[in-house]
Every structure is written in C-alpha cells, then in structure tokens.
C-alpha cells in the first residue's frame, strides 16, 4: 500500500513540474520575437527596415565613390566604430560580406529602428547595449560608405590611411 502512495505522489509531482514547465519565461521571449519578426516583410528581414525598400543596384564598387566614404566614415563613425575588433559598436571591416548593401544603408539612415525592431539589431544591442544615433547622413554618402566598406574587405586596405 506504502509503496502505491509514493508511486502516486511521484507521478504527481512529476506532473505538476511538467506542468510549470509550459510558458516559462525563455519560451515566451522567443514567441515575442517570432511575432515581432512576422511583422516584417521578407525584404525588411533579408535588407533592413526603410527608408531604402527595393534593391538598389548600386553597382560595381567605385573607387572615388570609397574615397568620399572614407571621409565621411572618418568623421562620423570612428567614435564608435573599428575595422578588425569591437568597439563601442561592432567592427564593420568585414560586415558587407554578411549584409547587402541596402541592410547597411538602412541601418546608416534608420539606426534607431533597425535596433529597436529588425531581429539583427535586437541582438546586436544585447550584445553592445547602446543604441546606435542616426549620424546625419544623406543616403549618397551611405552608399559611399558602402563601397569604403567594400573596397577594405575586398583588399584589405583602410583609404582613410
Ligand atoms: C555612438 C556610437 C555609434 C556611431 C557614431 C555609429 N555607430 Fe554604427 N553601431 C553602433 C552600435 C552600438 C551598433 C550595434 C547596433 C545597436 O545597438 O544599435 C551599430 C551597428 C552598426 C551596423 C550594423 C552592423 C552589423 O553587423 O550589421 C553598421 C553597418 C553600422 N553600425 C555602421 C555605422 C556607420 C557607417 C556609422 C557612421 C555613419 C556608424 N555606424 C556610427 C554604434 C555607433
């Protein structure tokens, strides 16, 4: 009879963490990002959320084209940002080969809600827990940013130097 009671008792306690187990906190996080990313269309989740909604085609990199982005890159970015190694932001030397050109010119031009509303930002914020500022750039000299990006993953070399 003993035996039977503990048999009961264990099935019951084993059921009632089960139980507890369902809607815990991790799982309701990962439902409120599901539901958050469904928002976004599949061109928000592949290049950014707007202003830029279409690809761009901006072309073959341009060298002149880097050499202004490397000016614009030096004043406005280097507060917080480093090629090769963290810094206050994420380094970008590598990060056109990650991202499509439209994603980083949304994120240059929309920082605030790239952060707050695309899945790549979320993490990126956890991670550097600082909200990147919109830095005053005209959506040109983003694309010119760009291509300075692209011209040091490609050769490995800065144009600022
Ligand atoms: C005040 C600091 C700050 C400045 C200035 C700044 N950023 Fe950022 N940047 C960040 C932080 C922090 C993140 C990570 C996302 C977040 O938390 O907003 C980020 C993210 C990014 C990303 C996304 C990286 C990825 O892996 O997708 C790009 C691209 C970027 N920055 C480019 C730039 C460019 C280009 C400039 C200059 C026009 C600039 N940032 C100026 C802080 C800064």
């Not at 010119?105 to 930002?121: A, D, Q």
């Amino acid at each position: 009879m003993q035996q039977v009671i503990r048999i009961l008792l264990l099935l019951i306690i084993s059921l009632v963490y089960t139980g507890c187990g369902n809607g815990n906190g991790e799982e309701r996080e990962t439902a409120a990002a599901r539901d958050e990313a469904a928002e976004l269309t599949e061109f928000e989740l592949e290049h950014g959320i707007g202003p830029v909604t279409e690809r761009l085609d901006i072309g073959d990199l341009d060298v002149e084209r880097a050499r202004r982005g490397a000016d614009i890159f030096d004043r406005r970015c280097t507060a917080c940002h480093r090629m090769g190694r963290r810094f206050v932001g994420p380094p970008v030397g590598d990060v056109t080969e990650e991202r499509s050109p439209e994603f980083i010119i949304n994120f240059i031009l929309n920082p605030e809600e790239m952060t707050n509303r695309h899945p790549v930002g979320q993490e990126l914020l956890q991670e550097y827990m600082t909200i990147m500022p919109y830095q005053n750039v005209t959506k040109e000299q983003a694309i010119e940013i760009v291509d300075f990006l692209r011209y040091y993953a490609e050769t490995g070399e800065d144009l600022r130097d």
